[in-house]
């Protein structure tokens, strides 16, 4: 397969850095060009970009000139296949149409969109088929491109454990989160805040967890999707860890079920997708009485996989409580964009 | 007032040194005595015992020569008019036993007779009329002395909040804690196991807060406790945090209350007790929106108070959902059984 | 005595906050204003600052007013009989000079004019005799007021452990800090950076511990201070610790001097002053074999004391390795402003 | 070439996993036994072992039945090539001589006879002469095996700087070092011991890196090593970092040197060994001026290299400044006695 050249809007933070870091030696993708505020455009992504992965800044990129979003509709970039987008949220609106306008495919980790009834919002392993919302969405806005989003960080760990489940008959979820620091971005959260301390609050993170949740999981119905039938209520927190989000879900179903039947649902979800970022195993079902552990699962299928652990009944009606973990920055944010432009090239959506 | 003499059993540990260090300039108590197992036995406290605390070692404590525990029935001992237990659970009930029957007042910390029926388990704030069991216990055993109990620690904080809604009609409480990691003993956790990372998994506490809230916000009824009306249902989770317990709580009520509402009971919660350790307020209401913090809020009262916030409706059934956070090891444990010995002076159980 | 009304410049960063802290109960100070940027000028300053610290907000510096810098000058201001100075190092100066100019005498934790000769760099427990510089000071710049200043947090810790050891006559000395990350300010540094990592770097604080250590220990001559007659060579690093530096330090000594020597000079080090911040010691000489260690002494003292422990022989030259640790942002910053400015009251130089 | 198959010698530890996992899919050797005490003997390693690494748990160790020590000999064990030990510190001596006694190549990462003078201690980038020793070994003891060893982690990082710098002179070594909790042992270190806190001890680590570096670096003499002219001072330290031990150290030359003549040597260094773990660069050189940092470097060269930054003119004599850092349980440990094993079979040592 010939390599499409793709570019990274925000390249700059901590998802565009994970964008780059994930797109080296992608096999089929490259990377083409870097779109970052005027502060850093005209420097190289070197000089411009506070590199703060473990892993080496990747050469190709290192070198690349960003440029401006202004630069954007330059004839230089007519050959990127696929735009990635980490904007800011102030920004990213703007950008992100100009470039569906344009013709581009957009993925988008970026929240603004997400909601919008024609713009899909996608976890392949959960609802590829909600790609036919784009046709709607050029129709709709007379794009030759489009955008597609990915659900916030901590919704998609949580929605592809309550995949397995949906069979089941979900009444209720019940979530408390446990999120790394890495989802605050890189100076998003001041070490004097979180060192020896847990912060009980993130910035509109509830509601997306209860709204994106019941949109990924709903039914395509037509023109639009109708939401799944169930109600999501969250309580999020920042803990001290640098990576990985961990959750403790109670899912009250509509009939009784066993926790062996739970873990069953989720020892038998399975993936269609063999794309480079799909996970053989988009769930791993740990035994052991004290895991998923952020530190030791969220490297999981290359951070692509979420881990499920203490599976067990609760007392509250038909109540089964169980932990998550998932990786917030890989599967949760840069990963998940990578992977849903995988299945836009494989389905079609992208020449 | 007097001061009374006082012992503590298993003086050398997390909880124990708490304790030593709490009894500091009590203006009731005076420290006694200071047991611990063969290994300390014999040696001053200030060798025996590894100092944690920040605080320095108390001058009369540090010369101390700590007593083994068969060494509890010695004449010396018998000006001691209470015993505060920090032991292992698994000596803990023999000793505990043993002290009760020489005729002391055991204050204790150990789970091992919280369950029992002629045990109070007690939070003075909630349920000192619970006290009235001691003439049971003393009768049912043949005892001259009596052991009473304070709570676990997740459960302490926890119960502290729910004791102001009860009258608004509880009917399911959720809990997911984020506790602090001397919860688990000086040397119960590695730092390899806790340095970025989450433990969702703290053995025996799920069961302790679902059974033990209900024992203490029950109804004493006659001979014996009867459970509280509600269910809870908890999940637990060790996070990097020196002290302080924080949780999220879902309380679905019978019927619909409103947030304010809520709000309102904790904010008239109040305490009868004006004991050297009872908090002004037993309950503390935080405004901010990303408050209670463990780092900025665990000493509030001295350690004594547990503060609350993010007041909240939640979208399932009757629910409001808030954060909770108290000091584990002193509101929590050390602090708990030394206000429960207050109380019981001041009630008249102790000469 | 009188309580003198003070003022606080940079009232809500870091170093503002714990002065607005310790200031709350100070025996002979009151706070009578609070300056502050533009941005916080005319807000209550409980909105002003987002306030870190544990303790809570003292009540009379909630609702104060903040003021822009601009209305130092105000009629109702003539009665501060200090500013304490917290300022960004960019506006530092030129507020400094006009608060001088303007009469106020000014105790600065700020670098800009340490290093000036008519600028007291001072310790009182070291070198409160270079005050005279004042009239130097003062008939130089022909000022009604003055400026005093107090050294960097890591060098006052190191001054005050190098000071006793003075008469047995050091040749050089070498020292590596492990800095607190309260010493970057509460924005200053991400969690991303600090988390399960050391930042080997800390800009401008080798020189400032290479250059200050020799000011404040060197002798009064005249007009000016002559330098201490010795080399510091530093290497400052930053740890995941919430406050308090620690710092190891190698003192190569003119002639061979025993372990015991150097910690009989610590033990022997007193202080003259009893003002209310001054610690009734300020070396502490800590005898167990790992300490001293931040979260155990830095509040020694009331988190005036340096802790140093170690004292070893090292084997090269004459040496003598030890540790020293103490609180950054109480001794080494906050603290040190106002026990300069008692001391400063003591002798006469505030009416 | 053929795989040889190798035993692990405390298998259940923290080095003894990390053998295991850095050996799972080594091109030359495949793991054929793992050992351990009486409690973990006979029962599966999977179950023996609380696997704390972030990666799996190598199916082919998760199976194997754990060893006695005493069953070293055993016939099925004859096909042994090379016996890795990290064995605790108490039976280490025994055990391992009883393994050279039967004829088994140990490559060692315990301390106990690194200071022998027929023990070769092994950095093979500095000393692959020193393995001379092995025949006088031989000879001296009557064994048909033989020990071999490598320093201690901090020593090794240290080490492998120093030895570009050998040609410039070295006159003395200072050196304070800020280590990873890794360095303790799963259960070595409470997380309430090293939480917000440095602890500015560890036992024995100093004298091992004030000797093992002085007999890495020397010259072998005939029959035995002549220790590196220069002398090196030591304060150690642990830090709240989970993987790296960084360091400062000041090298003071015998003649003037320049930071960039330093620099070039770094720059200069290469290693002549192509086995599986030896890295391509044993030290890189980092430009910016913050770096080396655990986090970022601990990585690097799979952790085979040590990264040097901040290379900068000191102020006493002919001192030159910088930064190291590495992986303490990589290039520290079970990598460092994996690439001595590798360099052995390469010499022809190893049939």
Redesign the interface.
């Known amino acids: 397969m010939r390599k499409r050249k793709v570019g990274v809007l925000g390249a700059t933070g901590?998802v565009g850095q994970r964008f780059v870091q994930l797109l080296e030696g992608h096999p089929w993708f490259e990377l083409g060009a870097l779109f970052a505020s005027e502060r850093s455009a005209g420097k190289r992504y070197k000089d411009a970009a506070q590199w703060?992965?473990?892993?080496?800044l990747p050469q190709e990129a290192a070198e690349m000139v960003v440029q401006p979003m202004d630069a954007i509709g330059a004839p230089a970039n007519e050959e990127l296949a696929i735009m990635f987008s980490a904007l800011p949220g102030d920004v990213a609106s703007k950008v992100e149409r100009r470039c569906a306008e344009l013709g581009f495919a957009v993925s988008s980790n970026v929240a603004v969109h997400r909601m919008e009834p024609d713009v899909p919002l996608i976890i392949p392993e959960i609802n590829a088929d909600h790609l036919a919302l784009i046709e709607m969405q050029k129709s709709n806005r007379g794009w030759d491109g489009f955008i597609v989003t990915n659900p916030n960080c901590s919704t998609i760990v949580m929605a592809l454990s309550l995949k397995p489940l949906l069979p089941l008959g979900i009444h209720?979820v019940?979530v408390?989160t446990?999120q790394a620091?890495?989802g605050?971005g890189?100076?998003?959260?001041?070490?004097?805040?979180?060192?020896?301390?847990?912060?009980?609050?993130i910035g509109k993170e509830e509601g997306k967890m209860?709204r994106e949740t019941l949109k990924i999981l709903g039914r395509l119905d037509g023109a639009s999707v109708r939401n799944a039938p169930f109600?999501?209520?969250a309580?999020c927190?920042r803990?001290?860890?640098?990576d990985g989000h961990?959750m403790?879900i109670?899912v009250n179903f509509k009939d009784a079920v066993s926790a062996d039947a739970v873990k069953d649902a989720f020892l038998n979800f399975s993936s269609e997708f063999k794309t480079p970022f799909a996970p053989e195993k988009p769930v791993i079902v740990r035994e052991e009485?004290?895991?998923?552990?952020?530190?030791?699962?969220?490297?999981?299928g290359n951070g692509m996989s979420v881990s499920v652990?203490?599976i067990r009944s609760?007392?509250?009606g038909n109540?089964i409580?169980y932990?998550a973990?998932g990786h917030n920055t890989v599967r949760g944010a840069s990963g998940a964009s990578i992977l849903n432009a995988e299945v836009l090239v494989e389905r079609g959506y992208i020449p």
């Open positions: 901590s703060f992965l473990p892993s080496k209720t019940h408390a446990m620091v890495s605050a890189y100076t998003g959260l001041g070490s004097m805040a979180i060192l020896d301390n847990v912060i009980p609050y209860e109600t999501v209520c309580s927190h803990v001290p860890v640098m961990t403790a109670w009485p004290n895991r998923p552990q952020p530190r030791l699962d969220r490297d999981a652990g203490r609760g007392n509250v109540e409580k932990i973990q």
